[in-house]
């Protein structure tokens, strides 16, 4: 489709209804978490759907509707050379866009809450996998078998310990729910506690960041669920990782950032901690060799805490609503920087020929 040099310097009413008339373009921004294009594209079957490399993305955007990031960083520069009216986030994260950026550009960007759909609840049980994996020794069952033993190794019970979980927000509550009901003390950090919300929660305390030492001292598991856009980034360090218990286990189903990455692994080796669960990383995808994954006292998983078919089912339908209201210019939903578009003047570049 060509575009007149008018049309081009900013976003009317008639170019809008121009690009109704054809299938819209919607980019995933990367080759990560493959089944999110799969269920997309079954619910969105007349749209132009694609997965694009990150790589490839700056020449890729330009003629874009919307981008659906899938790891891959939406900044400034990618959203001067967009199109795009929408950059529509899988899930709630949205640490890797510059929401400034697209507010100024006068791009809408929105996410899918975790309590809106299964991913919450998905990644609570996440959580609750790996605290029971490295609790009972699963790394180590295979080289069991190997050397023809049994009845070994021997494990520790969740029942009776206590946990701690960093980031009280949708996924932290829906782990304490189960970790209440197997019977643990559940203590939570969160940066603004409510008022009467550890009573409601039947937390034992939940304290701020100030208190996180205190707290993880006291911990059989500190669980992460924060990320860091929320104040968490390089929360667990060094200092909090020596205050704990040497038979404790960190888990992190939050953001890889959240932990200080090099003091987790001296603590692993050097046996400050007795493990950790992790399923987010600084660096993703993580490198085979990478160290956290030759440990026997790791268990690591690929980023798929929320990757399950309820979860897709859930973020696909809100999703593909929004696309479907950006077309007929509807209300979107769960935009966090609600605002029209009209009078955004765009650069001559950001619209350009299929």
Known sequence: MNYSEADRNKSTP????????????????????????EALASLLPDEDTRTVDTTELPGAVGTADVLIPLMARIDATLIAATSARLIQQWGAGLDGVDIAAAT???VRVCNVPSDATANGDSTAEHALLLMLGVARRLRSCARTFREGAWGVPRGEALAGGGALIV???????????????????????????????????GLGRLGTPNDLIRLAAAADFLVCTAAPDSGGRGLISAAVLHAMKPTSVVVNVGRGAVIDEAALISALTDGTIAGAGLDVFQQEPLPPDHPLLQMENVLATPHVAGVTRQSY??????????????GTAGELRYCVNPGGDEGIVRASTSLSTP
């Open 167 to 201: 980031g009280f927000g949708r996924v932290g509550k829906a782990l304490a729910r189960r970790l209440l009901a197997m019977g643990m003390r559940v203590d939570a950090i969160r940066r603004v506690p409510e008022p009467g919300e550890a009573e409601r929660h």
């Open 14 to 37: 008639a170019v809008r209804q121009s690009r109704t008339l054809r299938a819209m373009r919607i980019i995933l921004c990367g080759r990560t978490f493959p089944a999110a294009r």
């Open 104 to 106: 100024a550009r006068g």
């Open 313 to 326: 089912e859930g973020i696909a339908a809100i999703v593909a609503d929004n696309v479907r209201r950006l």
